[in-house]
């Protein structure tokens, strides 16, 4: 199984602003993904992390909103910009096992005032 | 579109009381069922795949079954450690990897 950290591992942000959030493999793996917990809600997939191409978004997601990167196999970056009251969630990145498990962070819970 | 139920959405037991979760999904084409355990605070935690319908597995107090329809978490005489929230995802087959969730089942052990 992989271990993935992710940083930071909460914060609180003004309406408007932007945060970063990484996510750190301790080995290769080829699918990473990010998902979104709100609140009462199930873990929805924002995104499929591809290395060293565009991220695969899933529908009601957008590029612009949530810009992704993946310069490498063990790391992958999430943004969440222009931030509202609504983004306030739990960040969790993912990463696929060659077996199809998927091995999640600890999450980054984000607040929004 | 896949979609995934999971009942109830809180169970509290006795110590040593054994019961069982329940997930039914929908989907196109099943190339896995998934079983996370998720503790407050923290990220989901990989307990069980199973893969086809007539499929169990076995970790420790808790044994996974699959249906066409449907999953079942066996919890057999649980213990206190055992409260978090169990979360059932699907995948389907295709070049799409994507988990759908159920919202889960919070499960407390009372000693």
């Known amino acids: 199984s992989a271990v993935i950290s992710q940083k930071p591992s909460r914060d609180i942000c003004q309406r408007g602003t932007s945060l970063t959030i990484q996510c750190q493999v301790d080995?290769?793996?080829?699918?990473m993904f990010w998902y979104r917990q709100q609140p009462g809600q199930s873990l929805t997939l924002i995104a499929t992390a591809n290395q060293g191409s565009e991220a695969t978004y899933e529908s009601g997601f957008v590029i612009d909103k949530f810009p992704i990167s993946r310069p490498n196999l063990t790391f992958s970056t999430l943004t969440v910009s222009n931030m509202s009251p609504e983004d306030s969630s739990i960040y969790l990145c993912?990463?696929?096992?060659?077996?199809?498990?998927?091995?999640f962070g600890p999450g980054t819970r984000l607040t929004v005032t | 579109e896949d979609q995934v139920t999971q009942s109830p959405e809180a169970l509290r037991l006795q110590e040593g009381e054994s019961s069982s979760l329940n997930c039914s999904y929908t989907v196109s084409g099943l190339r896995g069922l998934f079983w996370y355990r998720q503790d407050p605070g923290k990220g989901p935690e990989f307990l069980f795949t199973?893969?086809?319908a007539g499929e169990e597995k076995e970790k420790e107090r808790l044994k996974a079954t699959l249906t066409k329809k449907e999953s079942f978490l066996h919890i057999t005489a649980p213990k206190p450690e055992d409260s978090a929230t169990y979360l059932c995802a699907v995948q389907a087959g295709g070049s799409n990897y994507k988990l759908t969730f159920g919202k889960g089942t919070l499960l407390t052990v009372n000693p």
């Open positions: 199973l893969y086809s």
């Open positions: 080995s290769q793996v080829t699918m």
């Open positions: 993912s990463a696929m096992s060659p077996t199809y498990e998927q091995y």
